[in-house]
């Protein structure tokens, strides 16, 4: 991955670490702690917080095809599997590299198991300068 | 709204406070701030900061019609209109009331301008103690 | 709407009208008969066929800001919310109108109550002969 | 797959045929033919025709674990990745079995190559009677 990029704030505030964006495939880990948790007393990770580890890693996938360019978000779907209650990891994977949008697949584990599942469709022909971030 | 109901302590993280939840209707907000950011030096809430406020209005929304009961989500859909630079609004209004599922739409605004929409998928039907959570 | 636009061989098999499409909004409609249905002996219309009219519907709308060029859907999600029993009329409104991609709800009803409800993304800025057609 | 299922008669218009549907998979073909074209003088299958598809595939995957009842379609997210413009198949795959509803992933193949993927939530908790149909 592109060691100068500059790091969303929002990935200290969470604990959003990527580890590998290349060649349209990106990974990142979430570690679970009771800040991000659902539920007062467990930790059960809140549906956004499951989003944004997606996201990010959706995006580094993306952006990875285009040069580490800003490839903002479109839209994103999240299916969620199971409860996340342990250290999360997230893997992506381009499906669809055009010219104009790109298409991600990211799936989410905690504790070895699949609790999550997401597509997202990210702008890849956008003017430069448009709508600059959303990593 | 039920404020009885345990506050997720995610919300506390991020800054998130349900203002109404009655009848099949919620609202929100979360105030910006630079630790909610996709590029360091702006505030440009990430997408995974924008789907945790969708996420939450919708839960709130279905859950305002089954007593303030759990009620999962099982799928969300985030679609980005525009940059959210400014403290967030949502409003979340239920528009299937199933007993197995509720269908929920909800707005996000920022500075008065509408930056996403969102659709989710929550369970209404789950048997108790399942899945607790994911408010 | 561009009444010189080629009409898509499906609108024929399926009954599809366009009746509608300017400034970003557009509406069709699709009379319910027997093959439309997912269950023998009902008039239940399947999921896909209400796909179908959404995704044209939503089309028209996108196109009709891009001086009826071809603009290609990227995704679909279509939210059911009652079962589709009687002739079916779609409106569309774009929600966002992007250089790359636009956004559009489109909202299914059926006798009167809203049977559907669905969001799409289409392309809206493909290079000349980019995948023409899917409208 | 259960031989004694009622076929939907969307089934015969469009030419859908279920080949395999057990143990939480399912697999369909759809011949492509100039009916089912959104362009006049190509064979380019619309959007909602492979959405039918991979609807129904679903549909199957899910309803194969629940005894062939009845599940419909909550809702259904397609992504397309290419043009369709020959004879497809769909196989599908549950990632998520509950009570109360299961999420499935169908891809989309013609002439080989990959042309969408979609996501979807079927009910599997319904009351006896609830909205039958939308195989």
Same mark, same amino acid.
């Given at each position: 991955m592109d060691e100068d990029a500059p790091r969303p704030p929002v990935y200290d505030l969470l604990g959003i670490e990527i580890t590998e964006a290349e060649d349209g495939r990106a990974r990142g880990r979430l570690p679970m702690r009771?800040? #991000?948790?659902?539920?007062?007393g467990r930790e059960l990770a809140h549906g956004g917080v499951v989003a944004a580890l997606a996201d990010s890693v959706g995006y580094w996938a993306v952006s990875s095809l285009r040069g580490f360019a800003s490839t903002p978000t479109v839209d994103l779907r999240m299916d969620y #599997?199971?409860?996340?209650?342990d250290d999360m990891v997230a893997t992506g994977e381009v499906v669809r590299n055009g010219a104009s949008v790109g298409t991600v697949t990211v799936d989410v584990a905690a504790g070895g198991e699949r609790v999550a599942t997401a597509r997202g469709t990210f702008k890849t022909g956008g003017r430069s300068g448009d709508w600059y971030g959303d990593g």
């Open positions: 009771p800040e #991000l948790s659902a539920v007062p #599997l199971a409860p996340a209650e």
